[in-house]
């Protein structure tokens, strides 16, 4: 299960981590280069050339892009990962998906199309 | 050359007499005795300050606290001169980031002479070494006109430069949003931590919000704040908090 000490445990250690917790949200075209945990909401687009964790009570209605991505909350958007995306149990996923590398646990929910290394 | 900058609060105070004395000592001792200036109601610091400046005076010391340091600052950044300090009485959270000692002991910092150039923080043209905090946090804050971020619930807000958890050499502020979320079945609240790395960016709230730069309070609807990387040349002590 993905917890949040876990990431923010992570991210204490990168250079440029930005957290948006419960409580907080975020509004707009949301660009970082270094890591992002999102456990709260987020309408807009996100991006990011490192790492993004969404964690279990995150909403996030965005186009999503990223290197890597670890996916435990509800997303409602097209997905672009560059390298490996893992689809947590909990993960609600309206929208369509393009990665390298897919795992996605029981239990998660992917309604849209997958594409890997650009191919249906 | 040195100009020393006393603060009203320790000037003709009992309490302060013996170690003001000692100081004097050994800053002579060091070889770094230089002019010596004295606040004073109606004397203005920073007219002071750039008097000095104008006479040749290169590094600018003040014997005080977090308060003596508030009213020089502007002046001090847009000089570009070094600045140092001998923290003297209460309030000087400044002074331990920094890792000064309290009175004379800061003498041999200052005669060691370790200068390191840290970000300046402004809000609204104030310039801010340490933080700005917002403890009822209501309002919207706007990241270098892209994205808007505010919190769901009661919140409070830090916007940390040098602050022992943030380092304030990398060109960077951090936004530190706490908010309070209610959990479980019996709804108790907990404080959840956001971190936002920025170099600029502005608070709007729809009412005056109370807003406090390195102590000092601001009122107002609107808080433009920002980071000037690398804008203060500053002597540090062996114990300061952060890392470079």
Redo the contacts between chains.
């Keep these: 299960m993905f917890k949040k000490s876990e990431h923010h445990m992570a991210h204490a250690q990168a250079g440029s981590e930005t957290i948006i917790a419960q409580g907080v949200k975020v509004e707009g075209d949301f660009k970082s280069n270094g890591d992002i945990a999102i456990d709260g909401e987020l309408n807009g687009s996100l991006a990011t050339v490192a790492s993004l964790h969404i964690g279990e009570s995150a909403v996030i209605h965005a186009e999503v892009s990223a290197k890597n991505a670890v996916i435990a909350g509800v997303i409602v958007g097209n997905i672009h990962v560059e390298d490996g995306l893992q689809l947590h149990a909990s993960s609600n996923v309206t929208g369509d998906i393009v990665t390298s590398r897919l795992s996605i646990a029981e239990g998660a929910v992917v309604n849209g199309r997958i594409s890997m290394n650009g191919k249906e | 050359m040195y100009c020393y900058l006393y603060d009203d609060f320790i000037q003709g105070n009992k309490r302060f007499e013996k170690e003001l004395a000692l100081i004097e000592n050994r800053l002579t001792d060091l070889g770094i005795a230089g002019k010596i200036s004295r606040l004073a109601l109606f004397r203005n610091a920073e007219e002071m300050i750039r008097d000095e400046i104008d006479k040749g005076v290169t590094t600018v010391v003040v014997l005080g606290n977090d308060d003596t340091i508030r009213k020089v600052l502007n002046v001090v950044v847009e000089s570009g001169v070094v600045f140092g300090m001998i923290p003297i009485g209460p309030k000087n959270k400044l002074a331990q980031l920094l890792g000064i000692p309290e009175g004379v002991a800061a003498c041999d910092v200052l005669s060691a002479r370790r200068v390191e150039t840290i970000d300046i923080g402004s809000v609204n043209g104030r310039k801010f070494i340490s933080e700005v905090s917002v403890p009822e946090f209501r309002a919207e804050i706007t990241f270098e006109e892209?994205?808007?971020?505010?919190?769901?619930?009661t919140?409070e807000l830090e916007v940390r430069n040098l602050s022992g958890e943030s380092n304030p050499c990398?060109g960077?502020l951090q936004a530190v949003?706490r908010?309070?979320?209610k959990r479980g079945l019996l709804r108790r609240s907990t404080k959840?931590?956001?971190?936002?790395?920025l170099q600029s960016m502005t608070i709007r709230a729809e009412k005056p919000i109370q807003v406090f730069a390195d102590g000092e309070l601001m009122e107002g609807t609107r808080f433009d704040i920002s980071v000037e990387s690398m804008g203060m040349k500053i002597i540090t002590g062996k114990e300061r908090t952060f890392e470079t």
Aim: glycine residues 0%; without cysteine.
């Design positions: 892209k994205f808007r971020v505010f919190p769901t619930s919140a990398d960077m949003i908010a309070d979320v959840e931590e956001s971190i936002l790395p």
